[in-house]
Protein backbone atom coordinates (compact mmCIF):
# COMPACT_ATOMS: atom_id res chain seq x y z
CA UNK A 1 0.00 0.00 0.00
CA UNK A 2 2.56 2.61 0.73
CA UNK A 3 4.25 1.70 -2.39
CA UNK A 4 1.26 2.56 -4.37
CA UNK A 5 0.73 5.40 -2.31
CA UNK A 6 4.54 6.75 -3.55
CA UNK A 7 3.64 5.76 -6.99
CA UNK A 8 0.54 7.87 -7.06
CA UNK A 9 2.75 10.70 -5.68
CA UNK A 10 4.89 10.88 -8.17
CA UNK A 11 2.76 10.56 -10.79
CA UNK A 12 1.51 13.97 -9.08
CA UNK A 13 4.51 15.65 -9.17
CA UNK A 14 6.22 14.49 -12.38
CA UNK A 15 6.00 15.74 -16.15
CA UNK A 16 7.37 12.67 -18.10
CA UNK A 17 8.56 13.72 -21.69
CA UNK A 18 9.57 10.99 -23.97
CA UNK A 19 11.02 12.02 -27.21
CA UNK A 20 10.79 9.30 -29.38
CA UNK A 21 12.16 9.66 -32.90
CA UNK A 22 11.84 7.72 -36.30
CA UNK A 23 8.39 6.05 -35.53
CA UNK A 24 6.20 5.79 -38.58
CA UNK A 25 3.81 3.72 -40.71
CA UNK A 26 7.26 2.23 -42.75
CA UNK A 27 8.39 0.41 -39.96
CA UNK A 28 11.62 1.76 -40.63
CA UNK A 29 11.44 1.07 -44.28
CA UNK A 30 13.37 3.78 -46.58
CA UNK A 31 11.17 5.84 -49.61
CA UNK A 32 12.91 5.67 -53.06
CA UNK A 33 15.27 7.96 -53.04
CA UNK A 34 15.77 8.54 -49.61
CA UNK A 35 19.19 9.49 -48.20
CA UNK A 36 18.57 8.49 -44.82
CA UNK A 37 18.20 5.00 -45.77
CA UNK A 38 21.80 4.30 -44.74
CA UNK A 39 21.28 6.17 -41.13
CA UNK A 40 18.29 4.69 -40.73
CA UNK A 41 19.90 0.77 -41.38
CA UNK A 42 22.99 1.69 -38.82
CA UNK A 43 20.69 3.27 -36.14
CA UNK A 44 18.55 -0.27 -36.70
CA UNK A 45 22.13 -2.29 -36.14
CA UNK A 46 22.16 -0.68 -32.56
CA UNK A 47 20.51 -2.16 -29.77
CA UNK A 48 17.50 0.18 -28.83
CA UNK A 49 17.71 0.83 -25.34
CA UNK A 50 15.71 3.40 -22.78
CA UNK A 51 17.28 5.20 -20.57
CA UNK A 52 15.29 7.97 -17.96
CA UNK A 53 16.52 10.75 -16.81
CA UNK A 54 15.11 13.20 -13.80
CA UNK A 55 15.68 16.85 -13.75
CA UNK A 56 14.22 19.43 -12.06
CA UNK A 57 11.63 22.27 -14.10
CA UNK A 58 14.59 25.04 -12.98
CA UNK A 59 17.01 23.04 -14.90
CA UNK A 60 15.07 21.83 -17.67
CA UNK A 61 16.09 23.04 -21.28
CA UNK A 62 13.90 22.75 -24.35
CA UNK A 63 17.35 21.93 -26.00
CA UNK A 64 17.11 18.97 -24.05
CA UNK A 65 14.30 17.52 -26.53
CA UNK A 66 17.14 18.08 -29.42
CA UNK A 67 19.96 16.23 -27.91
CA UNK A 68 17.19 13.61 -27.07
CA UNK A 69 16.01 13.40 -30.92
CA UNK A 70 19.41 12.97 -31.83
CA UNK A 71 20.56 10.14 -29.57
CA UNK A 72 17.06 8.50 -30.79
CA UNK A 73 18.20 8.87 -34.49
CA UNK A 74 22.31 8.10 -34.06
CA UNK A 75 22.24 5.65 -31.40
CA UNK A 76 18.19 4.17 -31.19
CA UNK A 77 18.84 5.49 -27.51
CA UNK A 78 15.35 7.05 -26.22
CA UNK A 79 15.94 9.16 -23.68
CA UNK A 80 12.66 9.37 -20.87
CA UNK A 81 13.34 13.01 -19.26
CA UNK A 82 11.24 13.30 -16.06
CA UNK A 83 10.94 16.64 -15.11
CA UNK A 84 10.08 17.57 -11.68
CA UNK A 85 8.61 21.14 -9.60
CA UNK A 86 11.48 22.82 -8.04
CA UNK A 87 10.01 22.69 -4.59
CA UNK A 88 9.46 19.13 -4.51
CA UNK A 89 12.82 18.18 -6.62
CA UNK A 90 14.92 17.40 -3.47
CA UNK A 91 12.68 15.75 -1.32
CA UNK A 92 11.86 13.40 -4.40
CA UNK A 93 15.01 12.89 -5.06
CA UNK A 94 15.38 11.92 -1.57
CA UNK A 95 12.69 9.62 -0.92
CA UNK A 96 13.60 7.83 -4.67
CA UNK A 97 17.04 7.08 -3.56
CA UNK A 98 15.75 5.78 -0.17
CA UNK A 99 13.21 3.28 -1.78
CA UNK A 100 16.00 2.40 -4.01
CA UNK A 101 13.74 3.27 -6.98
CA UNK A 102 15.59 5.77 -8.78
CA UNK A 103 15.63 7.01 -12.44
CA UNK A 104 18.87 6.01 -14.72
CA UNK A 105 20.16 9.55 -14.87
CA UNK A 106 19.77 12.56 -11.57
CA UNK A 107 20.76 16.00 -12.55
CA UNK A 108 21.69 18.16 -9.33
CA UNK A 109 24.09 20.49 -8.31
CA UNK A 110 27.95 19.23 -8.01
CA UNK A 111 29.91 18.69 -5.81
CA UNK A 112 26.95 20.67 -4.16
CA UNK A 113 24.81 18.22 -3.40
CA UNK A 114 26.93 14.78 -3.22
CA UNK A 115 25.91 15.73 0.51
CA UNK A 116 22.72 14.93 -0.15
CA UNK A 117 22.44 12.05 -2.32
CA UNK A 118 25.24 10.60 -0.09
CA UNK A 119 27.24 10.02 -3.70
CA UNK A 120 29.81 7.95 -2.17
CA UNK A 121 27.39 5.34 -1.13
CA UNK A 122 24.76 5.53 -3.37
CA UNK A 123 26.13 7.01 -7.00
CA UNK A 124 28.48 5.58 -9.47
CA UNK A 125 31.87 6.57 -9.37
CA UNK A 126 32.74 8.60 -12.76
CA UNK A 127 36.32 9.13 -12.48
CA UNK A 128 37.63 6.54 -15.16
CA UNK A 129 35.10 7.56 -17.85
CA UNK A 130 36.66 8.87 -20.69
CA UNK A 131 35.05 12.05 -20.89
CA UNK A 132 37.22 12.91 -17.59
CA UNK A 133 40.32 13.48 -19.34
CA UNK A 134 38.41 16.35 -21.70
CA UNK A 135 37.00 18.10 -18.21
CA UNK A 136 38.19 21.81 -17.88
CA UNK A 137 37.76 22.27 -14.67
CA UNK A 138 38.33 18.78 -13.02
CA UNK A 139 38.87 19.96 -9.83
CA UNK A 140 35.83 21.60 -8.88
CA UNK A 141 33.76 18.30 -9.44
CA UNK A 142 35.92 16.41 -6.97
CA UNK A 143 33.88 14.97 -3.87
CA UNK A 144 36.63 14.45 -0.58
CA UNK A 145 37.21 11.23 -1.66
CA UNK A 146 39.01 12.61 -4.34
CA UNK A 147 36.53 11.29 -6.74
CA UNK A 148 33.93 12.54 -9.25
CA UNK A 149 30.39 11.40 -9.16
CA UNK A 150 28.51 14.02 -11.90
CA UNK A 151 29.12 14.89 -15.07
CA UNK A 152 29.29 18.50 -15.65
CA UNK A 153 27.72 20.99 -18.25
CA UNK A 154 29.97 24.25 -17.28
CA UNK A 155 32.67 24.83 -16.17
CA UNK A 156 31.41 27.41 -13.37
CA UNK A 157 27.87 28.27 -12.35
CA UNK A 158 25.42 30.93 -10.72
CA UNK A 159 26.40 34.24 -11.04
CA UNK A 160 24.14 36.55 -8.51
CA UNK A 161 23.08 39.47 -10.54
CA UNK A 162 20.40 41.62 -11.26
CA UNK A 163 19.02 40.91 -14.67
CA UNK A 164 17.04 43.87 -16.04
CA UNK A 165 14.87 45.35 -19.34
CA UNK A 166 17.29 47.95 -20.72
CA UNK A 167 14.17 49.85 -22.45
CA UNK A 168 12.43 50.53 -18.72
CA UNK A 169 15.54 50.96 -17.74
CA UNK A 170 16.06 53.99 -20.51
CA UNK A 171 12.81 55.31 -20.93
CA UNK A 172 12.72 55.94 -16.79
CA UNK A 173 16.30 57.34 -17.21
CA UNK A 174 18.20 55.14 -14.58
CA UNK A 175 21.41 53.93 -14.70
CA UNK A 176 22.99 50.73 -12.65
CA UNK A 177 23.76 51.69 -9.14
CA UNK A 178 27.04 52.02 -7.21
CA UNK A 179 25.76 51.65 -3.90
CA UNK A 180 22.65 49.81 -2.43
CA UNK A 181 21.17 53.31 -1.32
CA UNK A 182 21.44 53.99 -5.09
CA UNK A 183 19.50 50.73 -5.75
CA UNK A 184 17.00 51.74 -3.25
CA UNK A 185 16.54 55.13 -4.99
CA UNK A 186 15.95 53.10 -8.36
CA UNK A 187 13.25 51.22 -6.86
CA UNK A 188 11.54 53.81 -5.81
CA UNK A 189 12.31 56.04 -9.25
CA UNK A 190 10.13 52.94 -10.86
CA UNK A 191 7.64 52.49 -8.39
CA UNK A 192 6.47 56.71 -8.67
CA UNK A 193 7.05 56.81 -12.08
CA UNK A 194 6.89 53.63 -13.78
CA UNK A 195 3.56 53.73 -14.88
CA UNK A 196 2.70 50.20 -13.47
CA UNK A 197 5.85 48.61 -13.67
CA UNK A 198 7.02 46.22 -10.75
CA UNK A 199 10.26 47.46 -9.88
CA UNK A 200 11.72 43.90 -9.37
CA UNK A 201 9.87 40.64 -9.21
CA UNK A 202 9.77 38.01 -7.26
CA UNK A 203 8.69 34.30 -7.54
CA UNK A 204 8.29 33.13 -4.25
CA UNK A 205 5.99 30.03 -5.43
CA UNK A 206 9.81 28.67 -6.33
CA UNK A 207 11.28 28.98 -3.09
CA UNK A 208 14.39 28.42 -5.15
CA UNK A 209 14.21 31.91 -6.06
CA UNK A 210 13.38 33.14 -2.95
CA UNK A 211 16.56 32.15 -1.24
CA UNK A 212 19.14 33.59 -3.70
CA UNK A 213 18.83 36.82 -2.30
CA UNK A 214 20.15 36.14 1.38
CA UNK A 215 22.14 33.24 0.16
CA UNK A 216 23.79 35.86 -2.04
CA UNK A 217 24.01 38.64 0.60
CA UNK A 218 25.35 37.10 3.20
CA UNK A 219 28.91 35.96 2.08
CA UNK A 220 29.02 39.65 1.14
CA UNK A 221 28.65 41.48 4.04
CA UNK A 222 30.63 39.28 5.85
CA UNK A 223 33.80 39.92 4.01
CA UNK A 224 37.28 38.83 5.88
CA UNK A 225 34.86 37.23 8.20
CA UNK A 226 32.92 34.14 6.00
CA UNK A 227 35.35 31.74 6.27
CA UNK A 228 35.50 31.62 10.01
CA UNK A 229 31.94 32.03 10.22
CA UNK A 230 31.12 28.80 8.50
CA UNK A 231 34.02 26.94 10.13
CA UNK A 232 32.20 28.02 13.61
CA UNK A 233 28.21 26.76 12.22
CA UNK A 234 29.64 23.73 11.07
CA UNK A 235 31.54 22.91 14.69
CA UNK A 236 28.53 24.60 16.79
CA UNK A 237 30.57 27.23 18.20
CA UNK A 238 28.41 29.75 16.47
CA UNK A 239 24.92 29.97 16.08
CA UNK A 240 22.67 31.27 13.21
CA UNK A 241 21.91 33.90 15.72
CA UNK A 242 25.12 34.96 16.79
CA UNK A 243 25.73 36.37 13.13
CA UNK A 244 23.99 40.01 13.24
CA UNK A 245 24.85 39.63 9.14
CA UNK A 246 22.75 36.82 8.97
CA UNK A 247 19.83 38.86 10.03
CA UNK A 248 20.70 42.17 8.42
CA UNK A 249 20.29 40.42 5.03
CA UNK A 250 17.02 39.43 5.80
CA UNK A 251 15.97 42.59 6.49
CA UNK A 252 17.09 44.31 3.78
CA UNK A 253 15.50 41.52 1.76
CA UNK A 254 12.16 41.83 3.63
CA UNK A 255 12.56 46.05 2.82
CA UNK A 256 11.62 45.52 -0.38
CA UNK A 257 8.62 43.97 0.02
CA UNK A 258 7.87 46.20 3.45
CA UNK A 259 8.24 49.33 0.98
CA UNK A 260 6.00 48.05 -2.11
CA UNK A 261 8.82 47.48 -4.33
CA UNK A 262 8.27 43.91 -5.70
CA UNK A 263 4.68 42.72 -6.75
CA UNK A 264 1.88 41.80 -4.72
CA UNK A 265 1.14 38.55 -5.82
CA UNK A 266 4.49 37.10 -5.48
CA UNK A 267 3.60 34.06 -3.19
CA UNK A 268 2.06 32.66 -6.42
CA UNK A 269 4.42 33.35 -9.00
CA UNK A 270 7.22 31.53 -10.22
CA UNK A 271 10.56 32.23 -11.79
CA UNK A 272 8.42 31.54 -15.93
CA UNK A 273 5.86 34.41 -14.45
CA UNK A 274 9.03 36.56 -13.64
CA UNK A 275 11.06 36.13 -16.13
CA UNK A 276 7.71 36.94 -19.00
CA UNK A 277 6.74 39.99 -16.69
CA UNK A 278 10.15 41.33 -17.68
CA UNK A 279 10.56 40.34 -21.04
CA UNK A 280 7.36 42.54 -21.47
CA UNK A 281 8.40 45.02 -19.92
CA UNK A 282 5.70 45.22 -16.89
CA UNK A 283 8.75 44.52 -14.95
CA UNK A 284 12.20 46.25 -14.70
CA UNK A 285 14.18 44.01 -12.51
CA UNK A 286 15.00 39.86 -11.25
CA UNK A 287 17.71 38.73 -8.73
CA UNK A 288 18.78 35.44 -10.33
CA UNK A 289 21.65 33.58 -11.92
CA UNK A 290 22.82 33.65 -15.69
CA UNK A 291 20.86 31.24 -17.24
CA UNK A 292 18.15 33.70 -16.90
CA UNK A 293 19.31 35.50 -20.22
CA UNK A 294 19.09 32.37 -22.10
CA UNK A 295 15.87 31.57 -21.01
CA UNK A 296 14.98 35.23 -21.69
CA UNK A 297 15.94 35.05 -25.42
CA UNK A 298 14.90 31.65 -26.15
CA UNK A 299 11.42 30.97 -24.05
CA UNK A 300 10.28 34.69 -23.69
CA UNK A 301 12.23 35.77 -27.30
CA UNK A 302 13.38 38.79 -25.76
CA UNK A 303 15.70 41.09 -27.93
CA UNK A 304 18.74 40.43 -26.06
CA UNK A 305 19.92 44.03 -26.91
CA UNK A 306 17.53 45.55 -23.76
CA UNK A 307 19.31 42.52 -21.20
CA UNK A 308 21.22 44.11 -19.03
CA UNK A 309 22.93 42.91 -15.75
CA UNK A 310 24.46 44.25 -12.60
CA UNK A 311 25.78 43.45 -9.34
CA UNK A 312 23.66 43.92 -6.46
CA UNK A 313 25.88 46.30 -4.32
CA UNK A 314 25.36 44.73 -1.10
CA UNK A 315 26.81 46.58 1.82
CA UNK A 316 28.78 49.07 -0.83
CA UNK A 317 30.71 46.23 -2.29
CA UNK A 318 31.35 45.54 -5.37
CA UNK A 319 31.92 41.77 -5.25
CA UNK A 320 29.53 39.25 -6.59
CA UNK A 321 28.15 36.02 -5.06
CA UNK A 322 28.95 33.10 -7.67
CA UNK A 323 28.74 29.20 -6.95
CA UNK A 324 31.28 26.48 -6.17
CA UNK A 325 29.51 24.10 -8.19
CA UNK A 326 28.00 22.94 -11.60
CA UNK A 327 25.21 21.53 -13.07
CA UNK A 328 25.77 17.68 -13.00
CA UNK A 329 24.50 14.68 -14.39
CA UNK A 330 24.78 11.29 -12.01
CA UNK A 331 24.10 8.05 -12.13
CA UNK A 332 22.85 6.01 -9.25
CA UNK A 333 24.10 2.75 -7.99
CA UNK A 334 20.51 1.27 -8.18
CA UNK A 335 19.69 2.86 -11.37
CA UNK A 336 18.31 -0.49 -13.74
CA UNK A 337 20.25 0.66 -16.39
CA UNK A 338 23.55 2.24 -15.26
CA UNK A 339 25.66 1.16 -18.08
CA UNK A 340 23.12 2.73 -20.88
CA UNK A 341 23.17 5.81 -18.81
CA UNK A 342 27.19 6.11 -18.88
CA UNK A 343 26.95 5.79 -22.46
CA UNK A 344 24.18 8.38 -22.76
CA UNK A 345 26.49 10.64 -20.27
CA UNK A 346 29.54 9.80 -23.09
CA UNK A 347 27.64 10.52 -25.73
CA UNK A 348 26.47 14.25 -24.15
CA UNK A 349 29.56 15.22 -23.21
CA UNK A 350 31.21 15.10 -27.06
CA UNK A 351 30.93 18.53 -28.93
CA UNK A 352 28.20 17.08 -31.75
CA UNK A 353 25.95 17.12 -28.42
CA UNK A 354 27.26 19.47 -26.44
CA UNK A 355 27.32 22.41 -28.93
CA UNK A 356 23.69 22.04 -29.31
CA UNK A 357 23.10 23.22 -26.06
CA UNK A 358 25.24 25.69 -25.50
CA UNK A 359 24.28 27.39 -29.78
CA UNK A 360 20.84 28.23 -27.78
CA UNK A 361 21.97 28.78 -23.73
CA UNK A 362 25.73 30.40 -24.44
CA UNK A 363 28.44 29.60 -21.63
CA UNK A 364 31.38 28.32 -20.61
CA UNK A 365 31.00 24.59 -21.00
CA UNK A 366 32.97 22.21 -18.85
CA UNK A 367 34.81 20.36 -21.96
CA UNK A 368 37.66 22.09 -23.29
CA UNK A 369 36.72 21.13 -26.81
CA UNK A 370 33.04 22.31 -26.71
CA UNK A 371 32.06 25.49 -28.21
CA UNK A 372 30.38 27.71 -25.67
CA UNK A 373 28.81 29.56 -28.26
CA UNK A 374 28.44 33.69 -28.47
CA UNK A 375 27.70 34.60 -24.46
CA UNK A 376 25.43 37.39 -24.05
CA UNK A 377 27.28 40.63 -23.03
CA UNK A 378 25.44 41.31 -20.00
CA UNK A 379 27.61 37.40 -19.05
CA UNK A 380 30.50 38.20 -20.31
CA UNK A 381 31.32 41.33 -18.70
CA UNK A 382 30.45 39.65 -15.04
CA UNK A 383 32.73 36.71 -16.28
CA UNK A 384 35.58 39.33 -17.28
CA UNK A 385 34.90 41.95 -14.16
CA UNK A 386 34.49 39.58 -11.27
CA UNK A 387 35.00 36.02 -11.89
CA UNK A 388 38.50 36.74 -13.56
CA UNK A 389 39.70 39.43 -11.59
CA UNK A 390 38.80 37.13 -8.33
CA UNK A 391 35.94 39.60 -6.97
CA UNK A 392 34.01 37.22 -6.26
CA UNK A 393 32.89 35.28 -3.39
CA UNK A 394 31.18 31.71 -3.11
CA UNK A 395 27.24 31.95 -2.17
CA UNK A 396 26.01 30.62 1.55
CA UNK A 397 25.06 27.53 0.17
CA UNK A 398 28.48 25.97 -0.79
CA UNK A 399 30.42 26.32 2.13
CA UNK A 400 27.39 25.27 4.19
CA UNK A 401 26.72 22.22 2.04
CA UNK A 402 26.48 19.66 5.17
CA UNK A 403 22.98 21.30 5.99
CA UNK A 404 22.03 21.32 1.74
CA UNK A 405 19.34 18.42 2.65
CA UNK A 406 17.21 20.70 4.63
CA UNK A 407 17.68 24.10 2.68
CA UNK A 408 14.28 24.68 1.25
CA UNK A 409 13.25 24.18 4.77
CA UNK A 410 15.15 27.57 5.40
CA UNK A 411 13.62 28.91 1.69
CA UNK A 412 10.19 28.77 3.25
CA UNK A 413 10.91 30.53 6.29
CA UNK A 414 12.02 33.65 3.80
CA UNK A 415 9.02 32.92 1.90
CA UNK A 416 6.64 33.27 4.84
CA UNK A 417 8.79 36.15 5.86
CA UNK A 418 7.95 37.73 2.82
CA UNK A 419 4.16 37.31 3.16
CA UNK A 420 4.74 39.07 6.35
CA UNK A 421 3.79 36.24 8.76
CA UNK A 422 7.50 36.06 10.23
CA UNK A 423 10.24 38.55 11.28
CA UNK A 424 13.72 38.18 10.61
CA UNK A 425 14.15 37.10 14.25
CA UNK A 426 11.32 34.53 14.13
CA UNK A 427 13.63 33.11 10.73
CA UNK A 428 16.94 33.00 12.77
CA UNK A 429 14.87 31.00 15.63
CA UNK A 430 13.35 28.66 13.58
CA UNK A 431 16.08 27.66 11.87
CA UNK A 432 18.54 27.97 14.68
CA UNK A 433 16.34 25.03 15.95
CA UNK A 434 15.89 22.76 12.59
CA UNK A 435 19.80 23.54 11.89
CA UNK A 436 20.75 21.80 15.33
CA UNK A 437 18.25 19.04 15.27
CA UNK A 438 19.24 18.19 11.68
CA UNK A 439 23.47 18.22 12.61
CA UNK A 440 22.56 16.05 15.73
CA UNK A 441 20.63 13.48 13.60
CA UNK A 442 23.84 13.24 10.84
CA UNK A 443 26.20 13.35 13.49
CA UNK A 444 28.08 16.54 12.74
CA UNK A 445 31.47 16.69 14.49
CA UNK A 446 30.63 19.24 17.65
CA UNK A 447 26.99 18.93 18.01
Keep these: MKRNKFLIVTMALVMLLTVACGSGSNDGQAEPGDNSASESAQTDEKKAMTV ?21 TEENITLEIQVVPDDQYYNLVKTKISMKEVPDIIMHNAPSEYVTVNA ?65 SLLETIKSKGDGITPIYMSNKDSWTTQIFVTAALPVLLGDKAEETWEGLLSNKLK ?101 AKKVLELWSQPDYMNIYFAENPGFPGFTDVDGGDVHPAIKALEDNYIKTNKYVYQLNDPMAAASSIFPDLWTLYVDMAAGSKTPDDVVKAWDKKYEDFMNQIDQPGF
Design 120 to 184: QKNMEDLSNEPWVERLSNPNLLKAEDGKIYAMPQESSSFYAAIYYNKKVFEDLGLSEPKTYAEFL
Design 240 to 340: WADIPEFKQAMELFQELYVKGYTNKDHVTQTFDNAKAALAEGKAAMVFNGEWTVGDLINKNEMNPDEIGAFVLPFGDQDIIATGAYVQGFMVPKDAKNVEG
Design 52 to 72: SMMTSQGKYKETYKKIAEKLK
